[in-house]
């Protein structure tokens, strides 16, 4: 384990993640090719920043707008690795990839508004503290956004990035 019980160990994964062999194709932009997925490790890992946690005392102001910013600039890095690679196919791929995520983000976004107007903030501490009427209000809002996250994992039925043939 890194760090006291464990708490750095998802660092420590994405470091040895990027420090092994990378093999990049022989056409690509080196640098932007590497700095796509770093761009999407970052978002990815700061939206841990959000958790209100005993090691991080302070709390992110509009912390429901935070998350979906972030969550939306997570689509330049797929877009830097499919332009870098200097493919067609890796590009139009990339663009499908991103097509899909953006559609999905807009929906996502509209859900996660609508219990920010029951609420009436953008913090994540309040909106928890009246969880319960908002989960009741809002059951259709919960089922919707279920679906819009299981679309985002790329999963069947909403695989359609691979593109089969």
Do not use: H
Not at 33 to 58: D, E, K
Not at 69 to 90: E, Q
Not at 134 to 154: H, Q, R, S, Y
């Amino acid at each position: 384990k890194v760090g006291f019980k464990g708490f750095m160990q998802f660092l420590a994964d994405g470091v040895k993640l990027f420090t092994k062999e990378m093999i990049v194709p022989t056409q690509a932009s080196e640098f932007l090719y590497t700095i796509g997925p770093m761009i999407c490790f970052i978002c990815a890992y700061s939206l841990w920043v959000l958790f209100p946690s005993v090691y991080m005392p302070m709390q992110v102001v509009l912390g429901m707008l935070f998350f979906i910013c972030i969550s939306s600039v997570a689509v330049y890095g797929v877009f830097l690795v499919g332009w870098s690679c200097d493919s067609r196919y890796g590009f139009l791929g990339a663009m499908r990839a991103i097509a899909q995520s953006v559609s999905y983000e807009v929906f996502l976004s509209t859900c996660l508004f609508c219990p920010l107007v029951l609420v009436g903030s953008y913090e994540l501490v309040e909106s928890r503290a009246n969880s319960f009427p908002n989960v009741v209000l809002g059951f259709e809002v919960l089922v919707l956004w279920l679906i819009c996250v299981l679309a985002e994992t790329n999963r069947a039925p909403f695989d359609f990035v691979e593109g089969e043939s």
